[in-house]
């Protein structure tokens, strides 16, 4: 199970990469939905939609399944994430509506903030 969350976070990660030369064209479909401004400014902070659907506090790895992470090239789909620390492990629940951040961090895709939907 372990080996199978590596590999596909690996997989996930390589096809970020190989999607940065569509990123162009994907900016492009942004700006006539939502204006450059918007975009601009929202894509810094900007949170998420997504659910909790495994929590593992031996790996500090939160699986969500999550909407459009428009940040890092990342479109919807259920992955594995790492949390930014312990206590967000620990606050995290399985099957709950969350909304959260990912960014890179040192190249890992980590949730740097996890909230929960009101
Ligand atoms: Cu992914």
């Known amino acids: 199970m372990k080996k199978l969350i590596i590999v596909s976070v690996l997989f996930c990660t390589a ?16 700006k006539m939905k939502t204006g450059a401004m918007d975009t601009a400014s ?13 929590v593992d506090p031996s790996t500090g790895m939160v699986t ?4 459009d992470l428009k940040n890092i090239g990342m479109s919807a789909m259920t992955m594995a994430y790492k949390a930014k620390d312990t206590s967000m492990v620990k606050r995290a629940k399985e099957g709950e509506k969350v ?5 890179s961090v040192n190249g890992t895709l980590t949730i740097v903030k996890l909230e929960k939907q009101q």
């Open 64 to 67: 969500l399944q999550h909407g």
């Open 99 to 103: 909304k959260v951040r990912v960014e």
């Open 42 to 54: 929202s894509t810094d902070t900007a949170l998420t939609d997504a659910v909790v659907k495994k």
């Open 15 to 30: 096809s970020v990469f190989a999607g940065t030369a569509l990123a162009a064209d994907d900016m492009a479909g942004m």
